[in-house]
């Protein structure tokens, strides 16, 4: 049984349950919480992954209490109806900790895809930090997509035989898109001249609504008023302390585009057309380098070190003066930029499916609920 209820999840298990579907004997129910209802069917849709059951649990204005509250027994009734050997959960949602804890009260081990991501700060990223710490507690076998991610679950005490070094699905998904027929004839909301320079921005971090966000909007009205050659596309979350920050402060902004969210697709094709990403967003710093893309990432910490140690990313906080200061070096710079341009990923080699694919199978398909 895979769970997922967001983008990003069903981003980075949809390669997950092809490789799976793929292999003979092997029965996969897909469960949805929709926690992120309209962008999960897209993201699901690019991968022809349709749900077998859709727990609905997602309503307006829902906090994380009332979310946690609603998927527990949900779960609790799709792991009893279903009787899975394992449950395949990706990532740090609420989804995750709450469907990995179902799970556990019924004895079912969990399979914990991209386990070990670790920023060290309890509330920052929040709250997917304890969420994915709290998984790890619950987690019978871990799939860390890099070296880093290991290293971090052993401090913890995980037992090295259940950590399994696998790569990041997100480069799989990538791969299969990139390649597709969609891919090259997806439309694009906005036309884009390959004379002029294009940044595309993504914010929708909780730990950066208010002062931060504000800030941050005023230091990419500072970036294109210093810089005519440059325009700005902002796909607005809809999270309503994201637009009415974001509208209120840049609506009118001369060449800043603020558009819709995004379906997967065209993102990525946006992405690929642009001259560096500027980002506040997790899986955002792991798509961008496999296109070459720089990344100047919004946020105090980072859980993907990687992308920072291996120079295709650079924390620059939060704060106006220095997201200007670092989009001013890779804009007036070239070599800045040409070290930061290399289209190669930290994060694997686009064959992670199917190592987990293998690895469920060596582990749980000759014996059932083993711990």
């Known amino acids: 049984m895979t769970v997922l209820g967001t983008r990003p999840e069903a981003i980075k298990l949809a390669p997950v349950i092809k490789a799976l579907r793929a292999r ?50 949900a779960m609790q009734q799709a792991i009893a109806a279903g009787q899975p050997d394992v449950l395949v959960v990706q990532g740090d949602t609420t989804t995750v900790f709450v469907a990995s804890l179902a799970a556990f009260y019924q004895q079912i081990p969990v399979a914990h895809v991209e386990a070990g991501l670790r920023s060290h700060h309890l509330y920052n990223p929040f709250p ?65 001249d390959p004379t002029r320079r294009l940044l595309l921005v993504t914010l929708h971090r909780r730990e950066s609504f208010g002062g931060a966000l504000r800030d941050m909007c005023g230091a990419l009205r500072q970036i294109t008023a210093s810089h005519p ?16 920050a974001v509208l209120e402060e840049l609506s009118g902004v001369e060449r800043v585009s603020l558009l819709e969210p995004l379906d997967y697709v065209t993102f990525l094709r946006i992405m690929q057309a642009s001259y560096f990403v500027l980002t506040d967003s997790g899986g955002v710093q792991e798509e961008a380098p496999v296109f070459g893309r720089p990344v100047l990432v919004l946020r105090e910490t980072t859980e993907r070190q990687e992308a920072i140690d291996a120079g295709v990313a650079r924390l620059v906080g939060t704060k106006g003066e220095n997201i200007v200061s670092a989009a001013a070096e890779l804009l007036d710079d070239r070599s800045a930029y040409d070290r930061m341009a290399r289209a190669t990923s930290p994060y694997g080699d686009g064959h992670a499916s199917e190592r987990i694919a293998d690895l469920l199978m060596a582990r749980f398909g000759h014996e059932r609920h083993v711990s």
Do not use: K
Not at 29 to 38: A, D, I, L, P
Not at 49 to 62: F, K, N
Not at 229 to 244: E, K, S, T
């Open 229 to 244: 050659g440059v325009d700005v596309v902002i796909p607005v979350h809809r999270n309503p302390a994201v637009q009415d």
């Open 24 to 73: 003979p004997g092997v029965e996969t129910t897909v469960v949805s919480t929709s926690q992120h209802r309209e962008l999960l069917r897209q993201a699901l849709d690019v991968f022809e992954v349709t749900p077998d059951v859709d727990l609905s649990v997602m309503q307006p204005g829902q906090t994380l209490e009332e979310l946690t509250v609603r998927v527990l027994p």
């Open 128 to 192: 997917e930090e304890a969420n994915r710490r709290l998984t790890s507690v619950l987690t019978t076998l871990h799939f860390a997509p890099t070296e880093l991610a290991r290293q971090n679950l052993l401090r913890e005490g995980v037992a090295d035989a259940h950590i399994a070094v696998t790569g990041n699905t997100v480069v799989d998904a990538l791969h299969l898109i990139s390649r597709s027929a969609r891919f090259a004839t997806a439309p694009l909301p906005l036309t884009i």
